[in-house]
């Protein structure tokens, strides 16, 4: 755990992506929470269209509720889709900005590495072996 404290300084750094970046995770989270919950909500209905389906079977209403059912089902499958589709685009983004960021923090490393190089003698170049 101490070697990895050392990278708190690359974190502390580049603080104004992450931020972003675990609010776009937490808001793909919850968008990709309520679809399975909609899921239920539709499934749970269609029990209760059937009922009424039948109840009205033989009657001018029946067609009426037919396509009450069809709009409500196209309804939340709709809901289901844009659901997705937002949790889909927060997850985007949240990728987008912490891959910013990785790549921020790659590019500061190498720097630090090079300049440590930079600064040794020649001495530990003819010393070392390479590879």
Do not use: C
């Not at 309520?34 to 029990?47: G, H, N």
């Amino acid at each position: 755990m101490h070697s990895l404290a050392r990278l708190n300084h690359y974190f502390i750094r580049y603080w104004r992506l992450f931020v972003p970046g675990l609010l776009f995770t937490m808001i793909s989270a919850i968008f990709a929470i309520a679809v399975p919950v909609v899921v239920r909500q539709a499934v749970d209905s269609i029990p209760r269209f059937e009922v009424l389906y039948r109840q009205f079977q033989g009657t001018v209403l029946q067609h009426s509720l037919y396509w009450e059912i069809f709009w409500t089902l196209l309804i939340f499958g709709l809901i289901i889709i844009g659901l997705s589709l937002v949790s889909g685009l927060f997850s985007f983004l949240m990728r987008q900005t912490v891959i910013v960021a990785s790549r921020h923090i790659e590019f500061d490393m190498r720097n630090t590495l090079y300049e440590h190089l930079q600064k040794l003698s020649p001495s530990v170049y003819s010393r070392t072996k390479t590879g």
